[in-house]
């Protein structure tokens, strides 16, 4: 029996549709509906798509495009910004130079009125020598005239009062004092 009942199994298998083969109808109503989705993708979907992925193409490339044009900007600006730099430089460099050469300058300009000024005081201070020296002459003319007279007084014994007398004898000794220190003075050369 068991056997028996294998058998009429098998043989109603048989008469249905084998799984793997699609039912013509099926086949016909999924090429309609495959067609007709393609059919709403191409006229609706795609083209809007198509519409968002090139705006997302412009917009990267745009960006990559406004990204090198900043950049190019950028190195513009570098270069003018390292020339200002460099300019600056030889600039500072040349006003550098001409504060030395007028530091110099002044500084020289300084020593010559130095000098100046000490060849000044230098004068003043002979001129004052001469001057003292004439005045100190003048004094130890007087006192060694009236030393001189006083002594001529004594060994002389006579009485030089008489003033334009003194002058004349003191100037004379004096002269001759002047005369004989002079001459071993020039011999002496």
Do not use: W
């Amino acid at each position: 029996m068991i056997i028996a009942s294998a058998v009429p199994t098998v043989l109603a298998t048989e008469e249905e549709p084998l799984p793997i083969i699609p039912v013509l109808g099926e086949v016909i109503i999924g090429f309609i509906a495959f067609g007709l989705v393609c059919f709403l993708l191409m006229k609706y979907i795609f083209p809007r798509m198509e519409v968002t992925f090139r705006a997302r193409v412009d917009a990267i490339e745009g960006g990559i495009k406004r990204a090198e044009e900043a950049q190019a900007e950028a190195n513009v600006l570098l270069e003018q910004y390292r020339t200002q730099l460099a300019e600056a430089r030889t600039e500072a460099a040349a006003i550098r130079d001409e504060a030395r050469a007028e530091g110099l300058r002044i500084i020289e300009d300084l020593r010559t009125e130095a000098h100046a000024e000490s060849a000044r005081i230098v004068q003043r201070g002979e001129e004052q020598l001469r001057a003292e020296r004439e005045s100190l002459v003048a004094e130890l003319r007087r006192d060694v005239g009236r030393v001189a007279v006083e002594l001529a007084s004594r060994i002389v014994g006579e009485s030089l009062a008489d003033e334009a007398r003194r002058a004349g004898t003191v100037e004379r000794f004096l002269a001759e004092i002047e005369a004989e220190g002079a001459a071993p003075a020039t011999g002496r050369r």
